[in-house]
């Protein structure tokens, strides 16, 4: 109902002035917060799929899926083989199959590609980029990477044959590193290798650029730039939040990873 829609039904000879002004004055409060309120109070996406990146599995999650499930998402996180692109992504896409209706696909770290394919899907209402690659169709990642400072995480990628990992000095130091020392050590001993292929695939997708995107930014992030960061997010127009946190900030920083999905979760 508009202002003036609401003047018109309003009876107005039979109520004060005053009356009148404080049941419009009422109406344009509802009219500025209602419906923002409404998405923040009871989302329109009921499903949330959360997809983890390198050196973990979907653990990872486990400091914003409480929260979540709490407030009446059917939350999903899941267990990416990290053997190959095209795999993932068909695990992702089996994991949205299953969902009941619009669904918010978020992605950490190299889960980005992942959900800038899989985005694809017709489930898929909005997605959320937690420091998170996000790359073109077709782009070569590597290539775009290497046009930014190579971040002190590269330097503790280790390969026993094809398949890679982070050391421990690597995973506490720059990939988890504003972390508790024991939490950072429980996160590394999740950690899953993966394989070689994975590193050379393409997104065939860019669902970004077609559906309502989300990015936060980390500002002390040593496993992607920072300022790659920002530039994916910029390109894709996203709404974009900055967390003062490590690679991990859905750990590290979970209130504010889960505001961004919140809102996310009311976008059409």
């Not at 650029?209 to 992030?221: G, H, I, L, T």
Request: proline residues 6%; charged residues 20%; negative net charge.
């Amino acid at each position: 109902m508009s202002i003036d829609d609401a003047h018109h039904d309003i009876p107005t000879p039979a109520l004060s002035r005053r009356t009148v002004a404080t049941a419009l004055a009422g109406l344009g409060v509802l009219a500025a917060l209602g419906v923002k309120g409404a998405a923040a109070e009871t989302p329109q996406v009921r499903n949330i799929v959360l997809v983890h990146g390198l050196f973990a599995d979907g653990s990872c999650w486990s400091e914003v899926i409480p929260p979540l499930q709490a407030k009446g998402f059917n939350v999903t996180s899941v267990q990416n083989p990290l053997t190959s692109l095209p795999e993932a992504v068909a695990s992702v896409r089996k994991a949205l199959d299953r969902q009941d209706g619009p669904t918010v696909l978020v992605g950490h770290s190299f889960g980005g590609m992942i959900i800038s394919d899989a985005g694809a899907h017709e489930k898929v209402a909005s997605l959320v980029y937690v420091a998170a690659r996000a790359p073109d169709a077709g782009e070569d990642y590597a290539a775009l990477a290497k046009t930014y400072p190579t971040p002190p995480a590269s330097a503790g990628v280790v390969f026993d044959g094809d398949e890679g990992r982070l050391t421990e000095e690597a995973f506490l130091r720059d990939f988890a590193g504003d972390l508790p020392a024991a939490q950072a050590k429980a996160l590394y001993a999740v950690q899953q290798p993966f394989d070689k292929a994975l590193l050379a695939g393409k997104t065939a997708n860019a669902a970004w650029r077609s559906k309502p995107s989300f990015y936060a930014v980390s500002s002390e992030d040593h496993t992607i730039n920072p300022d790659l960061e920002r530039f994916m997010a910029k390109r894709m127009g996203a709404k974009t939040i900055e967390v003062k946190a490590s690679h991990v900030s859905m750990i590290s920083q979970p209130d504010a990873i889960n505001a961004l999905i919140l809102e996310a979760a009311g976008a059409r």
